[in-house]
């Protein structure tokens, strides 16, 4: 039986899932590709933070070069978060003819083209389905099985926070702020949520799904944005009146050869089917000139539901060494 060897890049939330994941479910995964899937190093910025994290001792590294150095690695699982450093190290690994796969949307969708280009001159692949929408299988949907349609638009709830936040709203008849506190507490939303409530994370994960659906690379920063923390109470309760719901919609359509495409909330009425998406669920619809209208629902973060879509992608590299 072959066996891959991998490397994780950080052992947060995301990377641990897969971890787990690979653990669990070796001898299931070992019997669907006939490959034995060996994580080999991970990278963590100390070994004091490792040890805490619970990470075997034997793998931890605190050199990066321990990674893209060695020739024995076959798929590097960048999971550290941030935009810079890591899309440097994606470079890095790609060129040197590493495959690649990552759920870090906010590297992945400022740097697409320069990582791309690296994969196809490294021969190598990178594939991100855990970048939009967590354990959702929408992006390998959109590049495989859909690849025969051209798509006249994509929309979603892409970012489980402000769903959230929006829900409690509608639901309950909270305000914004002590709902954001209860997110907060709760773990759905960080100390800092401006990322998610001003709708940068969404319009980072919109970025991705233009390029894929549209072969088209709109920068994030290009995207009209809108957050949710100007939504009040009384808007809630207007749109419930008129039998509508407010929800934070990415949304990306070509009309007549020219893209429009923004983040902001959005007035629904309660029978599309992105209104009944609630809490911290996420949703992709999409429409081809084939298929029509699908809609991908599910969670959209969260360790083992993201790492299953990051244990997926390194199961379809697996499949092609």
């Known amino acids: 039986m072959k066996e891959i060897n991998i490397a994780l890049l950080g052992f947060g939330t995301v990377g641990k899932g897969a971890y787990d994941i690979l653990s669990m479910n070796k001898e299931l995964i070992e019997k669907r590709i006939n490959r034995s899937i060996n994580v080999e190093k991970v990278f963590v910025r100390s070994m004091e933070r490792a040890k805490e994290l619970g990470v075997p001792e034997a793998l931890a590294t605190t050199d990066i070069n321990d990674i893209l150095d060695n020739v024995f690695i076959d798929i590097v699982v960048e999971a550290m978060g941030g935009t810079d450093y890591p899309a440097d190290i994606m470079e890095k690994a790609l060129l040197s ?6 759920p870090n949307k906010a590297a992945l969708a400022a740097n ?6 690296a994969a196809a001159k490294g021969n190598a692949s990178l594939r991100f389905e855990a ?11 959109i590049q495989e099985a859909l690849a025969g349609n051209q798509f006249t638009e994509v929309m979603g709830i892409v970012n489980g926070t402000t769903n959230y936040i929006l829900t409690k709203m ?20 960080e100390a800092d949520p401006t990322a998610d409530v001003e709708g940068i994370d969404a319009a980072n994960k919109l970025s991705i799904l233009i390029a894929l659906c ?33 929800k934070l919609i990415a949304k990306a359509a070509k009309k007549d050869g020219k893209m429009e495409c923004s983040v902001k909330p959005t ?32 969670r959209g973060a969260g360790a083992l539901p993201t790492g299953s879509a990051v244990v997926g992608d390194i199961i379809a590299i697996a499949k092609t060494l």
């Open 170 to 189: 509608t639901e309950e008849g909270l305000p914004y702020e002590e709902v954001l506190k209860d997110a907060q507490d709760k773990g759905f939303a």
């Open 131 to 141: 970048s939009v929408g967590g354990g959702i299988p929408a992006l390998t949907a």
């Open 214 to 246: 549209f072969d088209e690379y709109i920068s994030p920063e290009d995207i009209p944005r809108e957050g949710i923390t100007g939504v009040t109470a009384a808007d809630i309760e207007a749109a419930t009146v008129a039998g509508q719901k407010i």
């Open 112 to 117: 697409f083209a320069r990582l791309k280009d």
């Open 97 to 102: 003819g590493k495959s690649v796969v990552t």
């Open 267 to 298: 007035l629904l009425p309660v029978s599309h089917p992105l209104a009944g998406v609630s809490n911290e669920f996420n949703a992709i619809y999409v429409t081809g000139n084939a298929v029509g209208e699908l809609m991908f629902y599910g």
